[in-house]
T-cell receptor, first 113, second 116 residues
Framework: AQRVTQPEKLLSVFKGAPVELKCNYSYSGSPELFWYVQYSRQRLQLLLR??SRESIKGFTADLNKGETSFHLKKPFAQEEDSAMYYCALSGPPMNTGFQKLVFGTGTRLLVSP | SAVISQKPSRDICQRGTSLTIQCQVD?????MFWYRQQPGQSLTLIATANQGSEATYESGFVIDKFPISRPNLTFSTLTVSNMSPEDSSIYLC?????????????FGPGTRLTVL
Protein backbone atom coordinates (compact mmCIF):
# COMPACT_ATOMS: atom_id res chain seq x y z
CA ALA A 1 0.00 0.00 0.00
CA GLN A 2 1.12 3.51 -0.66
CA ARG A 3 1.73 5.68 2.32
CA VAL A 4 3.30 9.05 3.02
CA THR A 5 4.52 9.94 6.48
CA GLN A 6 5.31 13.42 7.70
CA PRO A 7 6.41 12.92 11.29
CA GLU A 8 6.29 16.55 12.37
CA LYS A 9 3.00 18.37 12.73
CA LEU A 10 4.74 21.62 13.51
CA LEU A 11 8.21 22.91 12.78
CA SER A 12 9.15 26.23 14.28
CA VAL A 13 12.37 28.01 13.29
CA PHE A 14 13.83 31.49 13.32
CA LYS A 15 14.32 33.54 10.20
CA GLY A 16 17.62 32.70 8.54
CA ALA A 17 17.82 29.23 10.06
CA PRO A 18 17.97 26.10 7.90
CA VAL A 19 14.76 24.17 7.42
CA GLU A 20 14.19 20.49 6.76
CA LEU A 21 10.66 19.12 6.50
CA LYS A 22 10.71 15.37 6.64
CA CYS A 23 8.81 13.04 4.36
CA ASN A 24 9.05 9.27 4.17
CA TYR A 25 7.08 7.10 1.82
CA SER A 26 6.10 3.51 1.33
CA TYR A 27 5.60 2.33 -2.23
CA SER A 28 6.61 -0.85 -3.99
CA GLY A 29 7.00 0.68 -7.43
CA SER A 30 8.95 3.62 -8.81
CA PRO A 31 7.51 6.63 -7.06
CA GLU A 32 6.89 10.16 -8.14
CA LEU A 33 6.94 12.57 -5.24
CA PHE A 34 5.74 16.10 -4.77
CA TRP A 35 5.64 18.86 -2.24
CA TYR A 36 2.49 20.96 -2.09
CA VAL A 37 2.19 24.13 -0.03
CA GLN A 38 -0.77 26.03 1.38
CA TYR A 39 -0.16 29.58 2.54
CA SER A 40 -2.61 31.23 4.89
CA ARG A 41 -5.94 31.87 3.18
CA GLN A 42 -4.66 30.52 -0.12
CA ARG A 43 -5.34 27.34 -1.99
CA LEU A 44 -3.14 24.30 -2.06
CA GLN A 45 -0.50 24.61 -4.77
CA LEU A 46 2.36 22.58 -6.14
CA LEU A 47 5.74 23.64 -4.80
CA LEU A 48 7.99 21.16 -6.54
CA ARG A 49 8.18 17.65 -7.93
CA UNK A 50 11.17 15.39 -7.71
CA UNK A 51 11.18 14.60 -11.41
CA SER A 52 11.94 18.22 -12.24
CA ARG A 53 14.94 18.44 -9.92
CA GLU A 54 14.30 22.12 -9.52
CA SER A 55 14.59 24.68 -6.78
CA ILE A 56 11.50 26.73 -6.07
CA LYS A 57 11.60 29.68 -3.67
CA GLY A 58 14.93 28.35 -2.46
CA PHE A 59 13.47 24.96 -1.56
CA THR A 60 14.92 21.70 -2.82
CA ALA A 61 14.03 18.08 -2.24
CA ASP A 62 16.03 15.01 -3.13
CA LEU A 63 14.51 11.60 -3.56
CA ASN A 64 16.45 9.03 -1.56
CA LYS A 65 15.20 5.61 -2.60
CA GLY A 66 17.43 3.82 -0.11
CA GLU A 67 15.90 5.69 2.80
CA THR A 68 12.51 6.08 1.05
CA SER A 69 12.62 9.77 1.85
CA PHE A 70 11.89 13.03 0.10
CA HIS A 71 12.77 15.69 2.63
CA LEU A 72 12.20 19.35 1.77
CA LYS A 73 15.08 21.69 2.56
CA LYS A 74 15.89 25.34 2.52
CA PRO A 75 19.18 26.77 3.78
CA PHE A 76 17.79 30.07 5.09
CA ALA A 77 14.13 30.27 6.11
CA GLN A 78 12.12 33.43 5.48
CA GLU A 79 9.00 34.59 7.32
CA GLU A 80 6.99 34.25 4.12
CA ASP A 81 7.78 30.53 4.09
CA SER A 82 5.36 30.06 6.96
CA ALA A 83 2.71 27.71 5.60
CA MET A 84 1.37 24.17 5.64
CA TYR A 85 3.48 21.77 3.61
CA TYR A 86 2.21 18.46 2.27
CA CYS A 87 4.29 15.69 0.80
CA ALA A 88 2.49 13.59 -1.81
CA LEU A 89 3.16 10.39 -3.66
CA SER A 90 1.86 9.49 -7.08
CA GLY A 91 0.89 5.87 -7.35
CA PRO A 92 0.24 3.52 -10.25
CA PRO A 93 -2.10 4.69 -13.00
CA MET A 94 -5.81 4.32 -12.40
CA ASN A 95 -8.09 2.95 -15.11
CA THR A 96 -8.21 6.45 -16.52
CA GLY A 97 -4.45 6.47 -17.05
CA PHE A 98 -3.94 9.18 -14.47
CA GLN A 99 -2.23 8.59 -11.19
CA LYS A 100 -3.73 9.04 -7.77
CA LEU A 101 -2.04 11.32 -5.30
CA VAL A 102 -1.58 10.10 -1.74
CA PHE A 103 -0.91 12.91 0.71
CA GLY A 104 0.88 13.01 4.02
CA THR A 105 -0.73 14.66 7.02
CA GLY A 106 1.22 17.85 6.53
CA THR A 107 3.73 19.89 8.50
CA ARG A 108 3.07 23.43 9.56
CA LEU A 109 6.19 25.54 9.20
CA LEU A 110 6.36 28.63 11.35
CA VAL A 111 9.21 31.03 10.72
CA SER A 112 9.63 33.63 13.42
CA PRO A 113 11.48 36.94 13.05
CA SER B 1 -2.41 26.49 -14.99
CA ALA B 2 -6.19 26.22 -14.74
CA VAL B 3 -8.22 28.65 -12.66
CA ILE B 4 -10.66 26.76 -10.47
CA SER B 5 -13.58 28.16 -8.51
CA GLN B 6 -15.86 26.45 -6.03
CA LYS B 7 -19.27 27.36 -4.71
CA PRO B 8 -20.15 27.76 -1.93
CA SER B 9 -16.94 28.70 -0.17
CA ARG B 10 -18.47 27.63 3.11
CA ASP B 11 -21.77 26.50 4.53
CA ILE B 12 -23.35 25.44 7.79
CA CYS B 13 -25.95 22.73 7.37
CA GLN B 14 -28.34 20.77 9.49
CA ARG B 15 -28.03 17.06 10.05
CA GLY B 16 -29.95 15.01 7.51
CA THR B 17 -29.86 17.58 4.73
CA SER B 18 -27.79 17.54 1.54
CA LEU B 19 -25.40 20.07 0.02
CA THR B 20 -24.22 20.31 -3.55
CA ILE B 21 -20.79 21.82 -4.18
CA GLN B 22 -19.93 23.18 -7.59
CA CYS B 23 -16.52 23.23 -9.24
CA GLN B 24 -15.92 25.39 -12.31
CA VAL B 25 -12.72 25.46 -14.36
CA ASP B 26 -11.77 28.19 -16.83
CA UNK B 27 -10.58 25.71 -19.44
CA UNK B 28 -11.38 22.19 -20.56
CA UNK B 29 -9.67 19.59 -18.44
CA UNK B 30 -9.51 15.86 -18.77
CA UNK B 31 -9.51 14.88 -15.15
CA MET B 32 -11.39 16.30 -12.20
CA PHE B 33 -11.10 14.97 -8.69
CA TRP B 34 -12.89 15.51 -5.40
CA TYR B 35 -11.03 15.38 -2.09
CA ARG B 36 -12.03 15.64 1.54
CA GLN B 37 -9.88 17.13 4.24
CA GLN B 38 -11.23 16.42 7.69
CA PRO B 39 -10.14 18.62 10.59
CA GLY B 40 -6.47 18.07 11.41
CA GLN B 41 -6.08 15.41 8.75
CA SER B 42 -4.68 15.10 5.29
CA LEU B 43 -6.43 15.15 1.94
CA THR B 44 -8.26 11.99 0.98
CA LEU B 45 -9.44 11.32 -2.55
CA ILE B 46 -13.19 10.73 -2.69
CA ALA B 47 -13.61 10.07 -6.39
CA THR B 48 -12.58 10.87 -9.92
CA ALA B 49 -15.27 12.72 -11.83
CA ASN B 50 -15.47 11.26 -15.33
CA GLN B 51 -17.01 13.27 -18.11
CA GLY B 52 -20.01 11.53 -19.57
CA SER B 53 -19.88 8.51 -17.29
CA GLU B 54 -20.20 7.56 -13.66
CA ALA B 55 -17.59 8.73 -11.20
CA THR B 56 -14.93 6.33 -9.95
CA TYR B 57 -15.06 6.13 -6.17
CA GLU B 58 -12.25 5.30 -3.79
CA SER B 59 -12.53 2.70 -1.12
CA GLY B 60 -14.79 3.89 1.67
CA PHE B 61 -16.78 6.30 -0.47
CA VAL B 62 -20.05 5.42 -2.21
CA ILE B 63 -22.23 7.03 -4.82
CA ASP B 64 -25.31 7.17 -2.61
CA LYS B 65 -23.50 9.31 -0.09
CA PHE B 66 -21.42 11.40 -2.51
CA PRO B 67 -23.15 11.58 -5.89
CA ILE B 68 -21.03 13.36 -8.48
CA SER B 69 -21.93 14.87 -11.81
CA ARG B 70 -19.60 15.85 -14.65
CA PRO B 71 -21.74 17.14 -17.50
CA ASN B 72 -18.85 18.67 -19.46
CA LEU B 73 -15.11 19.25 -19.39
CA THR B 74 -15.24 22.41 -17.29
CA PHE B 75 -17.77 21.65 -14.56
CA SER B 76 -18.50 19.12 -11.84
CA THR B 77 -20.64 18.87 -8.74
CA LEU B 78 -20.28 16.87 -5.56
CA THR B 79 -23.30 16.32 -3.32
CA VAL B 80 -22.88 15.38 0.31
CA SER B 81 -26.09 13.54 1.11
CA ASN B 82 -27.91 12.95 4.37
CA MET B 83 -25.23 14.82 6.26
CA SER B 84 -24.03 14.10 9.76
CA PRO B 85 -21.52 16.01 11.90
CA GLU B 86 -18.84 13.56 10.75
CA ASP B 87 -19.14 15.06 7.26
CA SER B 88 -17.81 18.37 8.53
CA SER B 89 -14.75 18.86 6.36
CA ILE B 90 -13.18 20.93 3.67
CA TYR B 91 -14.10 19.57 0.25
CA LEU B 92 -11.70 20.32 -2.58
CA CYS B 93 -11.95 20.00 -6.30
CA UNK B 94 -8.80 19.47 -8.31
CA UNK B 95 -7.99 19.13 -11.99
CA UNK B 96 -5.25 17.61 -14.09
CA UNK B 97 -4.58 17.84 -17.80
CA UNK B 98 -2.45 15.80 -20.18
CA UNK B 99 0.96 17.20 -20.90
CA UNK B 100 1.37 18.49 -17.39
CA UNK B 101 1.50 15.05 -15.90
CA UNK B 102 -1.63 13.62 -14.44
CA UNK B 103 0.06 13.90 -11.13
CA UNK B 104 0.42 17.64 -11.23
CA UNK B 105 -2.95 18.64 -9.92
CA UNK B 106 -4.34 22.11 -9.45
CA PHE B 107 -6.69 22.68 -6.57
CA GLY B 108 -9.72 24.82 -6.02
CA PRO B 109 -10.07 27.02 -2.94
CA GLY B 110 -12.18 24.45 -1.12
CA THR B 111 -15.62 24.43 0.45
CA ARG B 112 -15.69 24.43 4.23
CA LEU B 113 -18.71 22.46 5.42
CA THR B 114 -19.95 22.41 8.99
CA VAL B 115 -22.77 20.05 9.89
CA LEU B 116 -24.66 20.71 13.11
Amino acid sequence: AQRVTQPEKLLSVFKGAPVELKCNYSYSGSPELFWYVQYSRQRLQLLLRHISRESIKGFTADLNKGETSFHLKKPFAQEEDSAMYYCALSGPPMNTGFQKLVFGTGTRLLVSP
Amino acid sequence: SAVISQKPSRDICQRGTSLTIQCQVDSQVTMMFWYRQQPGQSLTLIATANQGSEATYESGFVIDKFPISRPNLTFSTLTVSNMSPEDSSIYLCSVATPGQGGDTQYFGPGTRLTVL
